[in-house]
């Protein structure tokens, strides 16, 4: 294989990458559908209570009686929505912060990895509740502590990969040659660490995920009858072993999100650092 | 007052074999399993049992602190259960709601508004101090001139008066049927006045009373240890030794506590429970029935709630049943104002927004109102099945048009929401009431001006407090179930605080670790109200 192939085919994806970007984008087209009701109201009391799938109630119904076929549609389009929106400002400040902090050093760095630690140290639910107690209830809350919990983890990675890339000797030909910050960062040192965001990426969706079933629980996150993967696997625990329908068809619906997002993830990180050995994480 | 007990929200639980077929909801005031017991009772203590051991059980909140442990000023349940451990009132309940001899032995009623109290020898606090007729005297005059929510209940008390060392004389300005239920409950408790008037005792701070156990430590949210007040009168009560109440406000944490058996009792919150842990080993699950019942609030001091129509039209399109089926697994009934299961009781079913014609209904009072798009914020705390119960609410007044934004909180920020400002700010909001143990108790807190804590949202109505005067002062009878049905009438149409479901209560308990007593029904939101009897099972 010369040169050029190699090249070309190391920036598509791999098969495996390309079936988790089709799945994710199925449970986008899901969520999509639950906007216009497709599978059904998702707050109607349509048949009795805790009834197995059956015909009008394809997964069941919960313990008001509602199909669990719409709720976990919306539950899908929730917690995506809310996930990948905390998700995508978490990579924005983290990309910042962590660059930043990486390439400059000295007191910045000091002072980005202090505050940074201390947002550590704090148990996630617990900073969680102090957002929630001081936005109000609500999605925003849920997004800005999803933001909040994710973003320490993030930030030390960015820094410690920005660390790595700054002692390169083309970020210092291009320092030489007189390039000004904000394109040495953006050019050199930004698509060098933009495998570790992909893949921190992909983890702090699932922590996301999982803060916001915690919040929602607590009533700090979504209100109800609003669905969310977080609230119906909370909802179905409450019911495993009564009526295990409750917690199998988000359940499943979570763990393809969570495994087509690692899998695009990882395909990421092998496109944008294709020298590296491919990894599970 | 304002009554919110039992659980909360998710649960990890465990066995059954329901998987196959859906779950059959437990018949209300029924104990899922177990031997049966007597009428009226859910379980009864096994007196043959040894006594002695340490009993442990678990509950969802520990309200007792945050407003203090002065019982005449305590105003939710799950503080009045924790304070009738250690403080005990003139009169009690029995199983079907009849006043039975408590500190008082006997009493006679020589005409309506007389009541001469016989108190019982040889009592004592667990100090060791005898309790005297001053004690008796001094804590009801204290009541009376308390900031107490329950001094609303007590009725036209006028004098207070010691006839002898052991008699106690009250009168009443006007008769008032609910008296000695009023005095059942745990703000009439008798306290020892002459401690407190020495000060050497802060009742706020420290609990000192006749009841069965004495308090030795209290660590707030986590756990009240209880000993046996040794100088207790009920010679061989309390059976057990020591008593733990464990605070675990997740029902997870509850029902995973009466199934490893580090709690031998739990209140749970979850209507399910039964079901879910019909075959959990040696955990049995009792559902009592309740006279509580979850209301819901209309702020009539905020501009959408001001008009009586969009109150009525509201109230017209929701389903009871539904609420009872659905939200509450069948362990509920619809009820008016006068709590569904007491004797007298109104019939919900013939109430005006039950017959009036539903959600079409609704739609049409809406229009004449010129209300159109109605949509308002339900405020509600997320402790089950609260929640549930909205949910029900929001299809409902989905049918007439109304859209409900549901907003979930924790108990206590709840509170401040809802009874924090006057005039209050929030829309509407859900919430449940002790039933007590006489129909007409409850409808006092449909005066505001008696009641106080609903004032910030709701206004006084004269025809309304006329009938409810009227309906505690007619003795029991057929007259006074007809002055109750006026009340319900009325409450209906005035639907600023609009009765809905009777609130289930459902208890887990070791069947290894604990025999209990229950009643079958209770009145005042106490699942201890038994405990003293309770056999600790060792081994």
Redesign the interface.
Known sequence: MNRTARVKRSRRLDPLSLAGLGCLLLLVLVALGSLVHAGGDP???VG?????PGPGWWLGTD???RSMLPRVMEGVGTTLLLSSAAVLVTAALSAGFGILAGYRGGYLNELIMRVVELLYSFPAIVLAILVAAVAG?GQLAAVASIVLVTIPLMTRLVRAAAVAVAERDYVTAAAISGAGLPRILGRHVLPNVAGTIAVQGTYALSVGISVEGGLS????GV???QASLGVLI??G????????WLIIGPGVVLVLAILSINVLGDGLRDRFEPRETRSLI | MRYRLAGS????????S??????EAAPPGAAATGSAAAPGYLAVADGKLPAGGALNVAVHIDSGAATGLDPQLADVATSWQLMSLVYETLVTVGPDFSPQPRLAESWDNPDPTTYVFHLRKGVAFSNGREMTADDVVGSLKRLLAAKSVWRGQLGPVEKVAKVDAATVKVTLAKPYTPFLAALANVPAAILPMKEIEAKTLDPAKEMLGTGPFKVQAHRQDVSWNFARNEHYWDKGKPAADSLTVTIAPE??ARVAAVQNGSSALAALG?V?SA??LA?AANVKVATQATTDFYYLMLNSKNPKFADPRVRQALNMALDRK?MAE??L?GQGKPTGVTPAGLPGACDPATLPSATAGGAAKAKELLAQAGIANLSFTLSI??TEPA??V???I??NL?QAGVTV??????EASWAGKVYGKVPATFDAALSWFAGYADPGMVTTWWNPDVAGFNAGFMQADKDLNTLIAAATETPAGAERDKALAAVCAKVDTDAQMIPLVTRPATIAYRADGVSPSLYATEGYGNLLRLVADARVKKG
């Open positions: 707050d109607a009391i009795p209570r805790l009834r197995p313990n008001l009686g209830p629980f607590l009533g700090f209100q109800p009858p909370r909802q625990g409450t019911y495993m072993m009564a009526a295990p | 929200v998710a649960a990890v639980v465990l066995a059954t329901a998987c196959g077929g859906g779950m029902e997870a979850n399910d079901a879910m075959g539904q659905v939200a697994g705390y997320s929640p549930a909205a949910q029900v929001q299809q989905q934004k549901i907003e979930q909180m924790d």
